[in-house]
């Protein structure tokens, strides 16, 4: 049984950074390509980042290009959101996503597994 385990969401004024961690287990994390999502009140569900199961490529969504930044470390199954300068619209609550599959994708139909979410919030 697959399972995502996001954690270190929270509350931050603007301009600040968190850290969200996505630990999985039961599947071949580095054969596995990783992203995350996020789903703000009233909005659909939309693409923030992703990375190949090397973890040498990536992709970022416009939006946090420069403020954002993913990494992995397949050693521990673990990949990480750097989240900095973070702005009101930024609140959602983010999910980590993995794929069968190593290659980077971008739409959520392309995700076999998700975790539970986890809460960020922004007050300016």
């Known amino acids: 049984q697959v399972q995502l385990v996001e954690s270190g969401g929270g509350w931050v004024q603007a301009g600040g950074s968190l850290t969200l961690s996505c630990t999985a287990s039961?599947?071949?994390?580095?054969?596995?390509?990783m992203g995350w999502f996020r789903q703000a009140p009233g909005k659909e569900r939309e693409f923030v980042s992703a990375t190949t199961d090397s973890g040498l490529s990536f992709y970022y969504a416009d939006f946090v290009k420069g403020r954002f930044t993913l990494s992995r470390d397949n050693a521990k199954s673990t990949v990480t959101l750097q989240m900095n300068n973070l702005q009101p619209d930024d609140t959602a609550v983010y999910y980590c996503?993995?794929?069968?599959?190593?290659?980077?994708?971008?739409?959520?139909?392309?995700?076999?597994?998700w975790g539970q979410g986890t809460q960020v919030t922004v007050s300016s």
């Open positions: 039961g599947l071949t994390f580095s054969n596995s390509a």
């Open positions: 996503a993995g794929r069968r599959f190593g290659g980077l994708a971008r739409h959520q139909y392309e995700y076999h597994y």
